[in-house]
């Protein structure tokens, strides 16, 4: 019982793809369990984070492209400076993210939306949705 | 049969919370699966360490201020400088972590212990712990 | 049903144990649900990497090293200080990682492997794989 939704990332930085997971949580038909939203892509991650001030988003992506900064000197040269260190930045945040969901609702708190978190974009993606529980 | 529990964090640093996973596992009367800790908050996170150095234990908390310090450029001017970098540091560590457990036992080595990582405290704090399994 | 897996770590870096859990899922029998790989280690992660240019492994591995930098100025003495770092990464990366499947096939995009990482080998370790679904 997969679900797979695409987006095109326009830009680096964090997309909100919590709509989707809600969306994909209701047709589910689901009240209580656990689901793990996925990606299958290796220059991209999944995070959580607070919606509420859009600068806060800009200094998560800052950060990471400060911590791991894109630059010619990577071993990996088969493609952009760019794509070597997104692999970086992808292998350490992670390639999924598990919630909860009680009550047909999901385990969110009021400060946390999920988010595709892009690194090597603009580009065609797309993320899963698995779900088990009753 | 979602368990909430909380916490005070008097301090920012790692916080032991493995007695209430295991305690809510025995409670939850279920044998074999998975089951996720979470947390509701966007300025925590939760990780598994060891708690046999304490200080150890420092060093981890010492570095992630290290790798993402406290200061005044973040965008993010809502908060306290502490409140932007922390949204960082979780975004990178993540909200969530999942165990197996297996004939009622947590599927934890005997090295690691589940703490509840606060970057921002200290704070009334919260966790969530979801089962799967039978 | 958790299953274990011993490996022994002939160097630090990421090592491929994409197929052990593609013939544990096999073995399991299921179809549709969610597997957990978890390491019983807290010097040690799970990540998930794209195999395609093993210079890129190498670059994942250099950058962890290059921002939780091996010294001798962690607090915690009790063992190398190699060991003292790798905790530290441990605790950032995390000690599992959750996978979807769907008709018996493992949840992973065509540049997608999973990588026992390790940061203070070589050493005999294990990984353990638990199932939740039908």
Redesign the interface.
């Known amino acids: 019982?997969?679900k797979t939704y695409k987006l095109s990332t326009d830009r680096n930085g964090l997309i909100d793809i919590t709509p989707q997971v809600e969306a994909a949580l209701a047709e589910s038909g689901l009240s209580?369990?656990?689901l793990?939203v996925?990606?299958?892509?290796?220059?991209a991650s999944l995070?959580?984070?607070?919606p509420?001030?859009p600068?806060?988003l800009?200094?998560?992506h800052?950060?990471?492209n400060r911590?791991?900064p894109t630059r010619i000197d990577?071993?990996?040269?088969?493609d952009t400076p760019q794509d070597?260190s997104a692999?970086?930045k992808?292998?350490?945040?992670?390639?999924?993210?598990?919630?909860?969901f009680?009550g047909g609702k999901l385990?969110?708190?009021?400060?946390?939306k999920i988010y595709f978190?892009e690194f090597d974009g603009p580009r065609s993606r797309q993320f899963?949705i698995?779900f088990?529980?009753q």
């Open positions: 019982m997969v209580d369990g656990i793990l996925s990606i299958p892509h290796s220059t995070t959580v984070m607070s509420w001030d600068l806060g800009e200094d998560v800052d950060e990471i911590i791991v990577f071993k990996h040269q088969y070597a692999h970086v992808a292998a350490i945040v992670g390639h999924s993210r598990s919630f909860f009680e385990g969110l708190g009021h400060s946390q978190w899963q698995q088990v529980g």
